[in-house]
């Protein structure tokens, strides 16, 4: 999943590049405030991106578990409903991967802004 890759990799990069320079550079008192505040944004950035590939390995697994409701659904459809409750939980997973998704990004946006206002503040 080409957009799960990328906000792994994005989450990761920033991290990876903001703390080079934080470490790197002596900033003084006002800008140490800023730094902690944007460690912390990091760090809920960081959260979240665990919390889409949660979902995500979820989702592969109810995805799976439909695939093989319809394949073999002597096997696995128990109720004789067309596997409705198996698309169920498919859907449900769905949902809360895109949920997950749509909070990634909304911390990414925070952490991007920060780091612009960091930057400006910080010169």
């Known amino acids: 999943m080409k957009l ?12 990876l590049l903001w703390s080079e320079m934080v470490t790197a550079e002596p900033w003084d008192s006002s800008c140490r405030s800023q730094i902690s505040d944007l460690e ?10 665990q919390e889409v590939a949660d979902a995500y390995e979820e989702y592969e697994q109810k ?13 696995y459809d128990l109720f004789r409903d067309g596997c409705s409750s198996y698309r169920w939980d498919t859907e449900t997973a769905r949902n809360e991967l895109q949920g997950a998704m749509d909070t990634f990004y909304r911390h990414l946006r925070t952490l991007v802004d920060g780091v612009n206002f960091t930057t400006r503040a910080c010169r």
């Open 63 to 75: 995805r799976e578990d439909l695939r093989s409701c319809l394949l073999f659904p002597d096997i």
């Open 40 to 49: 912390s944004t990091i760090g809920d950035a960081l959260r979240a991106q």
């Open 4 to 15: 799960y890759q990328m906000a792994v990799l994005v989450g990761g990069t920033t991290f």
